[in-house]
């Protein structure tokens, strides 16, 4: 069974940093994509970026150049460095791992909160 454990939000003001963490047990790791979503209040659940197996990346157009995946070695860690926070990023952000069959799973998420 796939369990995922964000960890790391919390609030930063404005133009300020935030490191996520996500560490994933229960699956094999290597061929899986991990990634980030986040949802704000009233709004659909958005992509932030993800981590290919093969060690692609993609990245939404909000999070291009001011957001930064990366994955420990072992494939099993996933890291969202998140920089110039705004308080439109303010939101649940959640990790999740798809798998090669096309199966997705989600961790519980964690608070961003961006406000002065």
């Known amino acids: 069974q796939v369990q995922l454990v964000e960890s790391g939000g919390g609030l930063v003001q404005p133009g300020g940093s935030l490191r996520l963490s996500c560490v994933a047990s229960g699956s094999a790791f290597r061929s899986n994509t991990l990634g980030w979503s986040r949802q704000a209040p009233g709004k659909q659940r958005e992509l932030v970026a993800t981590?290919?197996?093969?060690?692609?990346?993609k990245y939404a157009d909000f999070a291009e150049g001011r957001f930064t995946i990366s994955r420990d070695s072992d494939r099993r860690t996933v890291y969202l460095q998140m920089n110039s926070l705004k308080p439109d990023d303010t939101a649940v952000y959640y990790c999740s791992l798809q798998n090669i069959y096309g199966a997705r799973f989600w961790g519980q998420g964690t608070q961003v909160t961006v406000s002065s």
């Open positions: 981590f290919a197996g093969g060690g692609d990346t």
